[in-house]
């Protein structure tokens, strides 16, 4: 019975460390894309990677919530693809009303920081009116959040046309 709760003991330390480890590198992974995570309801400043510091309006639970703003920073990243000019590209979604709208809606129930959320609106805001003249900027400020060093865009396709603007 001693060498089982002894073994027992030892299996609990590794998944504890497994588990620190895990958790350290998964808050590293967001913070190098510029995502900003805190774990513990802080309300406190925060230094993210290009070295600014930010006072969140409202602190995260988790890495959840991370995990959530960077899907919907690449979301947006994709669709600009749609438009741009660039010479390599990573991923597309179509650049549609209803697109528009669902992250929209995914921008507003985030925890960005406010600065960034209301960029972000500003922007498709602007696509869903059917104005792509500066999709190109929009695409290298999302990309530059995500970290991007491949692909920035150099134009836009002035071929592209939002079928949902009249």
Known sequence: MGKFIKYLKWVLI????????YTV??????NSIGTEVVTNRSF???TVKEGKTYKLTEAY???QDAIHDTIILETIHK???????????????EMSE??????????LASYMVEEKKTELLRILGLWKKGDFRSA?????YVWELLGGTVGKATGVDTT?????VK
């Open 61 to 63: 639970d988790n890495s």
């Open 136 to 140: 190109h900027h929009d695409h290298n």
């Open 44 to 46: 406190e400043k925060m």
């Open 160 to 164: 592209f046309k939002a079928d949902w």
């Open 98 to 107: 209803e697109n528009i709208n669902t992250v929209t809606v995914q921008v």
């Open 14 to 21: 590794g998944l504890l460390v497994a588990a620190i480890i």
């Open 25 to 30: 590198f998964d808050l590293t992974r967001f």
């Open 79 to 93: 669709m600009a693809n749609e438009v741009v000019i660039a010479d390599k590209k990573w991923g597309r979604i």
